[in-house]
């Protein structure tokens, strides 16, 4: 059954036909002396950065987690979200997307925020060295949604990446990137390759490139993201020269450079990276999942680091969609909710190193929530190579609060969900 099936909209109709149960209640009274500006009450709160999987409510006051409690006093809150039946959780961290809109790929992040439950989002070198001021200026301080960024190997970034933008060794500035990270410290936190060998280059001027990306993150004194294509190296390659706290984004890819080798088993060299520490992110992307290699390797206990989406303007349509859709693929490969949620909050803020501000529900840190719902039906998810699973679980975002404020979004299943159609006409 395709995503957008009909308890959807009618889901919808009822909601339209019956905002005085709108789930966000306002309590306008108390408006000017509250305790609290907003009371998520009653929801499954998963926090897995305080081993927490249980029903509770969650205050905010001032832009801040005020209290997690089993019971938050009433009448106390400018606003309500009735939560009883959704999973209250840190707001997700997207650890690859493209966020800036002045090249081909950018989409507007505050629209993923709100549509998503993603609130911290890693623009995954979409900007180099010669265009990251403009992004900074233009996107990344112009959003509400809290955006950092990698820089990319290529002075000139994405923008011609259907050129290859490392094709050309000139284009490669190591000490650009540099220089970056060490101007833009608060918001740039490692580098991005895209090591295909379409994009980079094959044997020694590939390698040439990758090794002066793994040189700017050693004397930048951050880490370094490649996305695995059509490599000019093997993966056990790659991992060797990859260091604690470095990340290979896609995965889960199929075609020739894969994490598993010709028989379908993960390659011990990759287990051992992941072992000492180096990130394995899923980044879905339009050519980047493949069933079968996801498949095979949770069924071998290789699972992801970390969820994210690559969302950009070739797939934000499908097959990806957002964050909830992509951690719903998760659910149906077997990993426990409560994990698939930690892959999406706790442990993308620690790569961030970050995980004492965002992915964390802890009193006194940014009040980022996300409030998804769980649908059962059935629904059909695609990879990035054309194959479909049916799932009979859904993730979407019922709700998101982003630094204090309930974002437009999710309207729809923030209603309370009425029984039957009585009291309809
Ligand atoms: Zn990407």
Known sequence: MPLNDSSFSNVCMIAVKHSAVDRVSVNRELVESVTYDIIIRGGHVIDPSQSLSAVRDVAIRSGQIAAVAEQVDDGEAAHTIDARGLYVMPGLIDLHMHGYTHSPYGLDPDSLCAAGGVTTMLDAGTAGSYNFEAFRRDGIDACQTHMLALVNLSCIGLIAANLGELLDRRY???????????????????????????????????????????????????????????????????????????????????????????????????????????????????????????????????????????????????????????????LLLGVPLERVIEMSTTRPAKVLGREDQIGTLRAGTVADVAVLEKHTGAFLLADSYGQARISSELLTAAATVRRGQILPGGGGLRMRHVAGTAGLE
């Not at 793994?214 to 020269?241: K, N, Q, Y």
């Not at 890819?253 to 080798?261: A, C, E, L, M, P």
């Not at 992307?285 to 989406?309: K, L, M, N, Y």
Request: charged share 25%; proline share 4%; aromatic share 6%.
């Open 172 to 330: 490669a500035d190591p000490e650009g990137v540099i220089a970056t990270l060490r101007r833009h410290a608060d918001v740039a936190v490692g580098v991005k390759i895209r090591a295909g060998a379409h994009i980079i280059g094959k044997g020694q001027q590939g390698w040439d490139n990758l090794r002066d990306a793994i040189r700017a993150a050693r004397d930048s004194g951050t880490w370094l993201m490649v996305h695995i294509g059509e490599c000019p190296m093997s993966i056990p390659e790659l991992c060797d020269v990859l260091a604690p706290g470095d990340c290979i984004t896609h995965c889960f890819k199929g075609g020739s450079t894969r994490v598993t080798d010709d028989d379908g088993r993960i390659f011990s060299a990759v287990r051992a990276a992941a072992e000492r520490g180096v990130v394995f992110d899923v980044g879905h992307g339009f050519g980047s999942f493949q069933w079968e290699v996801a498949e095979a390797a949770i069924e071998q206990g290789f699972e992801p680091t970390t969820i994210s989406t690559d969302l950009h303007t070739k797939n934000v349509h499908g097959p990806v969609y957002d964050m909830p859709t992509t951690m719903s693929k998760f």
